[in-house]
């Protein structure tokens, strides 16, 4: 099992900067690959940005690329995620997922562990 719990959520205006984190235990976090997924009010779970297990490689939307910048900390076992130039249709609740497979993939089903959320509210 690996348990998930992220942090840094909160209220920004539009511009604004913030940074989440995704901590991990329970297994050895640099075997999985990590993915940051978001849930805005009414609109179902997207894709924002992933990184692979060994942080060489990072994936990121369309809509958040050049904003967004995913990293990792395998010695602290935490993925994080920072968040720049921020807009009002960023507001949801984002959520980190662990899966390990030789592979990386964005399909959400393909992830086992997911974490609680947390909420980012940016206001215009």
């Known amino acids: 099992q690996v348990q998930l719990v992220e942090s840094g959520g909160g209220l920004v205006q539009a511009g604004g900067s913030l940074r989440l984190s995704c901590a991990a235990s329970g297994r050895t976090f640099s075997n999985y690959h990590m993915t940051w997924f978001r849930q805005a009010p009414g609109k179902e779970r997207e894709f924002v940005a992933g990184?692979?297990?060994?942080?060489?490689?990072?994936y990121y939307a369309d809509s958040v690329k050049g904003r967004f910048t995913i990293s990792r900390d395998n010695a602290k076992n935490t993925v994080y995620i920072q968040m720049n130039s921020l807009k009002p249709e960023d507001t949801a609740v984002y959520y980190c997922?662990?899966?390990?497979?030789?592979?990386?993939?964005?399909?959400?089903?393909?992830?086992?562990?997911w974490g609680q959320g947390t909420q980012v509210t940016v206001s215009s």
């Open positions: 997922a662990a899966r390990r497979s030789w592979y990386y993939t964005v399909a959400q089903d393909a992830y086992n562990y």
């Open positions: 990184i692979n297990n060994n942080g060489g490689s990072t």
